[in-house]
T-cell receptor
């Protein structure tokens, strides 16, 4: 069964550093998403991406965040200057239609120290 | 704003019993309602979903019901097994061709099935 692949599985970074989280969505999917889950809390939407542009973003997704699809297979989330409160599990997801069938990756656990 | 409330937060059942998890959504434009199972250290895995033009859907031991008028939907697991133990999330989306399809998640239910 096709999978969404995320790397790394765990990243530790110092406050103020830039991090890039990487995702390889399912190859024939057209809609891409980032979500985050702070420990013990619900999964929260960050951003959706379609046709090489952001289609929607949440208020969490401020100027410190950016997304990119640098080639035909990768989808990245960059946090420019990490804060302690950015510590969370970050999930990438993809969908063929944007109307269902969202498949999630296993996540990257980001720890900011 | 858009919100999904999920209850209960924890649920403990004996193996073989049924489990029911309930969700309420606030956005009346929501038209897609998936349920995800999350095991420790893994990402959410889709187990069943329902669209707003359907009232009920079943897949083996799991079923989902939707009441659009009351904006409620529920997950039913029958004949529970220890491997059903996990955190279950409901979600709602107003996914459309121009709307990106973001999911709004409930708070999660930690289901424990005791042998």
């Amino acid at each position: 069964e096709p999978e969404v692949t995320q790397t790394p599985s765990h990243q530790v970074t110092q406050m103020g550093q830039e991090v890039i989280l990487r995702c390889v969505p399912i190859s024939n999917h057209l809609y891409f998403y980032w979500y985050r889950q702070i420990l013990g809390q619900k999964v929260e939407f960050l951003v959706s991406f379609y046709n090489n542009e952001i289609s929607e973003k949440s208020e969490i997704f401020d100027d410190q965040f950016s997304v990119e699809r640098p080639d035909g297979s990768n989808f990245t989330l960059k946090i420019r200057s990490t804060k302690l409160e950015d510590s969370a599990m970050y999930f990438c997801a993809s969908s063929m239609t944007g109307r269902g069938g969202y498949t999630f990756g296993s996540g990257t656990r980001l720890t900011v120290v | 704003g858009e919100n999904v409330e999920q209850h209960p937060s924890t649920l403990s059942v004996q193996e073989g019993d049924s489990a029911v998890i309930k969700c309420t959504y606030s956005d009346s434009a929501s038209n897609y309602f998936p349920w995800y199972k999350q095991e420790l250290g893994k990402g959410p895995q889709l187990i069943i979903d329902i669209r707003s033009n359907v009232g009920e859907k079943k897949d083996q031991r799991i079923a989902v019901t939707l009441n659009k008028t009351a904006k409620h939907f529920s997950l039913h697991i029958t004949e529970t097994q220890p491997e059903d133990s996990a955190v279950y999330f409901c979600a709602a989306s107003r996914g459309g061709y121009n709307q990106g399809g973001k999911l709004i998640f409930g708070q999660g239910t930690e289901l424990s099935v005791k042998p």
